[in-house]
């Protein structure tokens, strides 16, 4: 089983438009307790990011630039200490994620990009959820039975063609434990790395025995 994007992720989004003005933006993020929200254009997609890192250049003591630099800082209507509508305060392009894509790869795109949360898209660019870091670690729930079955029945048996009684199999708080001899250094790896990459593990502990293993 390979858990989605869509299996996760929360499908009641807090959105703004883009024409939000900056007390709108203030009184949504304190009235549902978020710290970020996806900024969407008139037909849904999302255009930008606005978060309380982004407002707070309203409050921050900024020491300015000096010379031309200072004044050209000062007059850019878009700058966002000077921004009142959440299309001038957002961060822009947003970092989003489809809802087909794998947990795995919206926790690397967050932490290549370093975000919270991730809005996520259908094909069209329209919003149709978020998935926060919470969402995406919720995998780490799963049930150790329901580990060991993918890993003895899909895996072992089914994609590697091993038979499961030849190889020992435990599983504790998502932890792997795989004992036992396969003849082939190329399969043992190749099963390891599908074990490792399963929803739910946290570790695998490698006991097999296998040619070249040293």
Same mark, same amino acid.
């Given at each position: 089983? &390979? ?11 807090? !959105?703004?438009?883009?024409?939000? +003005? ?20 008139? !037909? ?16 921050? +003591?900024? =020491? ?20 009142? &509508? ?16 794998? %947990?795995? +790869? #919206? #926790? ?9 949360? /991730? ?7 329209? /919003?149709?959820?978020? #998935?926060?870091?919470?969402?995406? /670690? ?11 079955? =993918? ?24 932890? %792997? ?20 990459? &399963? ?8 006991? /097999? ?6």
């Amino acid at each position: 089983m &390979t858990t989605t994007v869509r299996d996760v992720m929360t499908d009641r989004v807090v !959105a703004l438009r883009k024409d939000a +003005d900056y007390k709108e933006i203030v009184s949504v993020l304190r009235r549902y307790r978020v710290s970020a929200c996806p900024v969407i254009d008139d !037909a849904d997609r999302v255009v930008g990011v606005v978060s309380e890192a982004d407002l707070l250049f309203k409050e921050a +003591d900024q =020491e300015l630039p000096t010379g031309l630099v200072r004044l050209r800082w000062r007059l850019k209507e878009e700058s966002k200490a000077t921004g009142v &509508t959440a299309e001038e305060l957002m961060t822009r392009p947003a970092v989003t994620i489809g809802a087909d894509a794998t %947990v795995g +790869d #919206a #926790a690397r795109l967050m932490q290549a990009k370093r975000v919270k949360r /991730l809005p996520v898209v259908g094909r069209d660019g329209r /919003l149709v959820g978020i #998935a926060s870091r919470m969402d995406v /670690l919720s995998v780490f729930e799963r049930r150790d039975q329901d580990i060991w079955d =993918e890993v003895v029945k899909e895996a072992i048996a089914g994609e590697f063609g091993l038979d499961p009684d030849s190889i020992e199999v435990t599983v504790t708080s998502g932890v %792997v434990t795989i004992a036992g001899l396969i003849d082939r250094c190329g399969t043992a790896l190749n099963l390891l790395a599908r074990i490792r990459h &399963t929803d739910g593990v946290v570790s695998v502990r490698d006991r /097999l025995s296998y040619p070249d293993r040293d």
